[in-house]
């Protein structure tokens, strides 16, 4: 590692941060800050996996502000473990350094700014709290054809849930399909709330599941389009989930501008496929703006340490993407599968509410997801009032809701 590519990177993020000029200076071993704080350089780069685990105390590295928080904005622990992967290929949340110091629910570059403020005095520019709600569409609603007679035949079959049976049928007949992207805007017309709705560009493998092709339901999807531009919501891409390993991604963009009217410059991949040393390279290649695949699967929490935008740190010329990274706080399977979290639904809804009040305290950014398909079906009918509970308590909390096109413009004041 470079102290001055350190040094440069998190002077432009607290630029960002702070109304007041930011300033960082290196003398002999020490970083000093603004001219009045100095931190003695603690050479993370130069430290075992124990070293580092020990000498991480009271949300810093022996209280050098300025390494710990490139250390988690850049995921130093991620790139130097990336050959750690679970069985889809994914790094695991119960593999980060956060897991395994019990901190991976709490925003550690925001604790520590917040610190550096009170030490100098300074101003954020951003003083309130905002939540940005995101949906992506793996389906377009409940199964068609076979696959919706083979569900059914699951429901007496497999679940011997002959009401379930009854109930999907009627729904199917009289067109009224409680997984349909147009009942998520139903819900944010209800509230006045917006969104933004990542679709998937074609059918995905065995492996992952879902998708469909979009060129096939081109009408159907730029009336879509035209829903989710009267809620101020956004379009964009969900990218394919085998992106990482094959050249796709500018040719998938592609499919999808041929379709909406919007600009198709922000993303999240389906599984939330990601590999810290080729994901931001792909996505910026491919002209992606703003990206929000940052969260694990496994764990709820700040993947980057942080709920706030920020430009990903680029380790092979040592300075700052052109993207911004709004990480993925709350996905709702992973407080509810059985594979992760395995919370019951008032579990789960408790679980938001302790992170949006950490969220709040640092007037940060609570990013959530939820699927349209996490309605009505066996395994959410029990959850289904936890997404509307959530923004109605943001609403209590005032957290400002906001869309992609808000964070890709700087409109999130």
């Not at 990177?9 to 000093?32: D, H, Q």
């Not at 550096?116 to 949906?135: A, D, G």
């Not at 992952?208 to 999807?221: A, I, S, V």
């Not at 092979?316 to 992760?340: C, V």
Request: aromatic share 16%.
């Amino acid at each position: 590692m470079n102290k001055v590519d350190i040094k440069s990177y998190i002077e432009n993020y607290l630029n960002e941060i702070f109304v007041e000029n930011i300033n960082i200076s290196i003398l002999k071993n020490s970083y000093i800050l603004n001219n009045e704080l100095k931190f003695n350089i603690y050479e993370f780069w130069n430290k075992n996996d124990e070293e580092l685990l020990n000498d991480f105390n009271n949300f810093s590295f022996k209280n050098d502000y300025i390494s710990t928080i490139f250390f988690f904005l850049s995921g130093y622990w991620e790139y130097t473990h990336s050959e750690l992967k679970d069985k889809i290929g994914r790094f695991p949340a119960i593999e980060s350094f956060q897991f395994k110091k019990e901190i991976l629910e709490e925003p550690v570059v925001e604790i520590i700014v917040e610190k550096i403020r009170k030490e100098l005095n300074l101003n954020y520019k951003q003083n309130n709290t905002k939540i940005f709600i995101t949906h992506d569409i793996d389906f377009l609603g409940l199964l068609k054809g076979f696959n919706f007679i083979k569900n059914l035949g699951g429901d007496i079959l497999k679940r011997k849930d002959i009401k379930l049976f009854f109930d999907k049928l009627i729904k199917k007949i009289i067109n009224s399909d409680p997984c349909s992207v147009e009942n998520l805007i139903s819900i944010h017309k209800k509230y006045g709330t917006t969104g933004t709705f990542f679709f998937i560009p074609d059918i995905q493998g065995k492996k992952f599941g879902g998708g469909y092709d979009p060129t096939k339901k081109k009408k159907y999807l730029k009336k879509l389009e035209k829903e989710i531009n009267k809620i101020n919501g956004n379009v964009g891409i969900h990218y394919d989930a085998e992106y990482l390993n094959k050249n796709r991604m500018e040719k998938d963009i592609e499919k999808l501008k041929n379709i909406f009217n919007s600009k198709i410059d922000k993303g999240r991949s389906h599984y939330l496929m990601f590999d810290i040393k080729k994901s931001f390279d792909i996505y910026e290649k491919a002209g992606i703006k703003l990206d929000s695949t940052g969260g694990y699967a496994d764990r709820v929490g700040f993947r980057f340490g942080t709920c706030k935008p920020f430009k990903p740190f680029n380790f092979d010329k040592g300075k700052e993407y052109n993207i911004i990274e709004i990480p993925l706080i709350i996905m709702e399977g992973t407080l509810q599968s059985q594979k992760y979290m395995n919370l019951t639904s008032k579990e789960g809804f408790e679980k938001i509410k302790e992170i949006i009040n950490k969220i709040k305290k640092y007037n940060g950014v609570f990013t959530f997801l939820w699927h349209n398909t996490s309605f009505y079906n066996i395994t959410w009918k029990d959850w289904e009032w936890v997404y509307e509970e959530t923004i109605k308590y943001s609403i209590k909390k005032e957290l400002k809701c906001i869309s992609a096109d808000n964070l890709v413009k700087g409109e999130n004041n």
